[in-house]
Structures are given as C-alpha cells and as structure tokens.
C-alpha cells in the first residue's frame, strides 16, 4: 500500500527528486564574473552561486549548496534555464517564480519558468517557500552585485 | 500556593507512567492534524500544557488580575501571593531551599544573559576564562561571546566524543591555567538528548576557584534536579519545556552571588529608593525583576510544578528512556539511519536525533507533518553540534510525559513514507 497522502506526491514530483539527487550545473565556475553566498539562518539551507556575465548575458553559471531537496532542485532548475539567457530575461523568469510561489496560477502556467513549473506544488506549503526561492534570491542578489560593480568600474 | 508537595513525589512511586492517563490532561493532543490524529514529538521546543496550569492561567486573569507589589486591594493581595508563592514550588523543583534565591525571567535566555551581564559585566576581565562546551545551545553561548567581548575574557570549549558526549580528559589541563571564573554547561543537550556529567564538571571549576552555571532549559522538565548534589552556583529554567506557559522562566543562584551581582535592569519594582542622580536597589529577588512582571505566568508555574510532581520526575525520565530505546532500535532497523548521541538510551533524556542517506531533514518533517507527526528539523540553535559531525542539520524526535508506543510506531511508519518518495 502507498501510504504517502495524495500532496506528498503533488510536492516531491519526480522531476524534483531527479534534480535534487542528480543536480545540473553543480560546481565551481573557474572563470566567474561574480559569486553571491546565500544562506537561510532559520533551517541552514546554503548556495554559493557563481556566474559569468558579459554584456548583460549569463553566459554561464555554476552552484554549489547544502539543503533539502526543494532548495536544491531549484536553484539545479534555474541554472539550466538561465544559461545563455539576458539579465532582462533572468529577472523576468524570477519575478515568473517568485510570483507562482505565492500562488499566482498564471505565473505556474508560463512555459518560460519550464521545468520549474514541477514546483507549483511548494506554494501550498508556506514554510517551504523560502527554501525554493533561495537560488533566486542569490540570482537577484548576483545580478545586482555584477551590476554595481560595472558603475563602480565605468565611473 | 506553596504547600510542601514533596509527598506527591513518593507517593509517585515506581511503578511505570501511564501515558494513556497523562494524554487526557492535555486537550491540544485531541486533535488531527492533516487528516490524521496528532502526533506531537517536538517536546525539547516546546512542552504542551495540561488542563490545570490551562485553569492556573484561566483563574489569574478570570479573578486575582491585578499588579503585584503595589495594590493595598484585594486583587494586588492574590495576584502577590500567587506570584510570590510560585518562587517556592520552582525552588523545591529543583532542590532549592531559599524561594528567594529565584528571580523569574523571560525564560532560560533572559536568565542566561542576565548572569553573563550583571555577573560577567562586574566581574571579568582580560586574561580570564569562560569555560563552555561544543554542546550548549545558542542561548548559552551567545551571550558569553557578548560579555567576552566587553570584558576582554577567552572562552574555552569542552569538545565532544563521537557518540556526543562531553570529553572531561582536558578539562584538569584547561583548569590549571587558574583562569577559569566560570564554567556555563547545559545539563541536557536539546540537540542530542545527552545529560551531561554536570557534577564532576562542577566539582573539578569549584576546586580550580570558578562557579558553574547550568542551563537547566531541557534539564528541569526531563531530568530530577538538585542544585547542591549538581554543585551548581547559578541554575536557569524555562517554564513552557516543563508544562508551563511561554515567557516565563526562572534563574535560581546562590543568596551571596545574586547579592554581590549589579542589577541587571533599572526600572520598577527592583529599586529601594529613587533620587534625582541615584537610586538604591530592592532587596533580592526584586532586584532583578525591573517592570510589570509576568504574573500570570509565574503563578501558572506552581501548578506546573505541582503536576509534575505528582508524576515524579524519576518516572517521566524513565518513560522518556523507554521511549528512546524503543525509537533508536525502530531506526536502527531503517537503511540509511545515522544516529546521533549516545548509544545507551540511558544516557540520554528523550531526544534522538538523526539523518536520513536520501532525504534531507526538512523533507523529512515535510512528510512526516503530512502524517500528522510533528518534529524539528534543522540546527536545534545548536550550530557547534552539527559542526561536529558534519552536518547542516538533524530531523529531531523529543519525548515527554504524554508520548506513547504509538507515538514512536507512527514515527518509524511515517519514514517509511519518506523511503517510499526518496529512496
């Protein structure tokens, strides 16, 4: 008998578990153009996220983190989504994200989110919005940085 | 209010607790929760509370509401009463002779910093030493780092062995240095569930001229405590992990430190006299307890005690042991458990903590709540532990008085469940 309830199942997809136990895109970036260090105080959840931006470009990212399955396939998730694309697209998809976080439907039917869609599930879970948000936070918190080191270096 | 209850603990006896007889004084454990009957196994966070302290709380604000100290009216009579009285229960809770050597606090933490303020403030300098160990929880380190910092004192670590317990084999070596002035230790791990060799500790500062402070948070609600057969100079309690309400708690110290301390807080109720530029101090406990204190929660304390006196402390420390025995060996049986803490259940109060090969501990409790059980996940404010053994965080189970067989059972089924999704 499956005796795992029907939301279990809803959360943990396969997609997730997948990502989760076989994560994308793990490892240092040799060539990295900024690295942001995220950390959730409250559970322990870590990602050091490290890309390589050039002209507004990520032209390629890299992770390495220590958390729950949720935290991890996430941020596994949006790395291979976010490669090659602009920083107008990137924040894009993470404003796409966050809002299906928070129970926007609209949000978890925009094919731009792709595989990330498989995480709808979590919004119905509150306590463990954060940790599928902890990639995009280091995301927003990277481009921003990239950002104010460019005005720093142009000015 | 402070009838000597001390009956209560013999007639306890030795014969085992009954859970099924203790469960009907908690409403809150009556109750599904996704579906399912709640298993509540989050105890070392926060102790339930039974219908009496419920009523304790009930009558204070339904009857005797009034501000204590001040009032010549009836209502400020009760409520001083009720407040004043409770000092006596915790002080026999946990082997204190003298009511007024407790000062209520907000909790174990307020208690903890107000020792390392007050005594640490006036008492250490550079080149002193506080001893700690790699097992306290954040509210017995924090606030030494704080007080180390102003002072200019070094903090020393007792580390741990492999099965989490403190190793006692440098501590001769540490005390020679004759720079130790206070040893701060907690007397169960809330981490790991260990009971500490609190006595030996004690026994080995106070030769080498320092005083002990116990951190008593998980100690008074799952251990019997005695504060002279521990050697302890300052014992900390929280009130809401022993049956009580939150925001209450309680530091007992010996009558010539807690003299010999500055106050902690200025305001209300702790002065003597007020002047334009100085004021004296009131005398103990009051001197510590500056403002409106909580009433209501100290007076709901006596009837905490005196429920769990009428359990008997020895008893609940036993079914706690059972409990854990019964959880260590279900683990064992599921691929992929990691232990943490000692072998020997009764080694420990009711805590066990562990990791799973293929779930990480937040997946876990997800899961498990989904069945209706409730645990902790994640560092247990205990950061050093984890460091020790190398992980970001523990799934966490903690027994008390009202947990079952069943309770245990529903736990091991319910990682079944987290094996079925995770592998």
Redesign the interface.
Known sequence: M????P???A??QQLI?DHY?NPRNRGELEDRTVEVHMRNP?????IKLQLRIEDDQIVDLKFLG?????SQASVSMMSTILKGKGLDEAHQVARRFTGMMHGDEEAARDSTLGNLRSLAGVAK?P??VK?ALLGFDALQEAMKKQQEEEATAGS | MSAPTSVSRQTAGTTPLDPMRVRGDFPILEQEV??RSLVYLDNAATSQTPTAVLDALSRYYSRDNANVHRGLHELSRRSTDGYEGARGDVARWIGATDPDEIVWTRGATEAINLVAHAWGTANLKEGDEILLTELEHHSNLVPWQMVAARTGARLRYLELDDEGRLRLDPLPEILAGGRVRLAAVGHVSNALGTINPVAEIARQVKEAGGLVLVDGAQGAAHAPVDVEALGADFYVLSGHKMCGPTGIGALWGRKELLDGMPPYQGGGEMISEVGREHSTWAALPHKFEAGTPNIAGATAMATAVQYLEGLGPERILAHEQHLVRRTLEGLKGIPGVRLFGPEDPDARAGVVSFTME??????IA??LD??GVAIR???HCA?LV?KRFGV??TARASFYLYNTDEDVDRLL?GL??VR???G
Do not use: N, W
Request: glycine share 8%; hydrophobic share 30%.
């Open positions: 499956d005796r795992s309830t939301p279990m199942k959360l943990y578990l136990k409250t559970c322990g959840d870590e220590d958390g729950c399955s949720i879970f306590v463990r940790c | 996704h579906g293929t779930a990480h501990p937040h997946d997800t899961i989904a069945e996940a994640g560092h950061q984890m970001p965080a089924a079944e469940s079925e999704i995770f």
